[in-house]
């Protein structure tokens, strides 16, 4: 599978932004799908999980009542909808798509990553 993240840009604090990932392949639709961001100098960390049928997520805390992440398998697509951005949300963001349909949060459960899109958020 080949995945494409979308939707990155400059926002200033308390502001919204809306990512996309379109999936080529046909096991999308049956896998769980993740999004994880890395800062300057940081490692990468999970920021949230879905499962196939959407019924199933999770968040990392720090994002937790800010972001939400859906997909439209229909359209191969997941999103991560990002309110009430702060400063310490700058990164880089990628999609994933985990090896199983199921939420991971660890990074090892997924086997294909996108490239990603620069969100910078503004003090």
């Known amino acids: 599978v080949q995945l494409q993240a979308s939707g990155g840009g400059l926002v200033q604090a308390g502001g919204s932004l809306r990512l996309s990932c379109a999936a080529s392949g046909r096991t999308f639709n049956i896998l769980g799908m993740g999004w994880f961001r890395q800062a300057p100098g940081k490692e990468r960390e999970f920021v949230a999980a879905i499962n196939w049928s959407g019924g199933r997520t999770d968040y990392a805390d720090s994002v937790k009542g800010r972001f939400t992440i859906s997909r439209d398998n229909a359209k191969n697509t997941v999103y991560l909808q990002m309110n009430s951005l702060k400063p310490e949300d700058t990164a880089v963001y990628c999609c994933?798509?985990?090896?199983?349909?199921?939420?991971?949060?660890?990074?090892?459960?997924?086997?294909?990553w996108g490239q990603g899109t620069q969100v910078t958020v503004s003090s």
């Open positions: 994933a798509r985990s090896r199983h349909n199921y939420v991971y949060t660890q990074s090892s459960f997924y086997d294909s």
